[in-house]
């Protein structure tokens, strides 16, 4: 397995949290996500090989802005 992290912008409660893992979780070959809103990261484990940029996508898709 696989896992990729990232730093997110806009996540200010637990909703958020449920948010971003609730969308991330539709795509396939993502296993788990772990979303922290008071330190902004996301860890994304996957069970197959996905470009990093379908994540981002989906993050960016439910309003919230991924930092480089």
Not at 30 to 57: Q, Y
């Amino acid at each position: 397995m696989k896992e990729l992290k990232f730093k997110v912008e806009g996540m200010m409660c637990g909703g958020c949290e449920n948010r971003v893992q609730s969308a991330l979780k539709t795509i396939d070959g993502v296993e788990n996500v772990k979303a922290d809103h008071v330190t902004g990261n996301v860890t994304v484990t996957l069970n197959k090989e996905i470009d990093s940029s379908i994540i981002k996508a989906k993050i960016e898709d439910i309003g919230y802005e991924v930092k480089e």
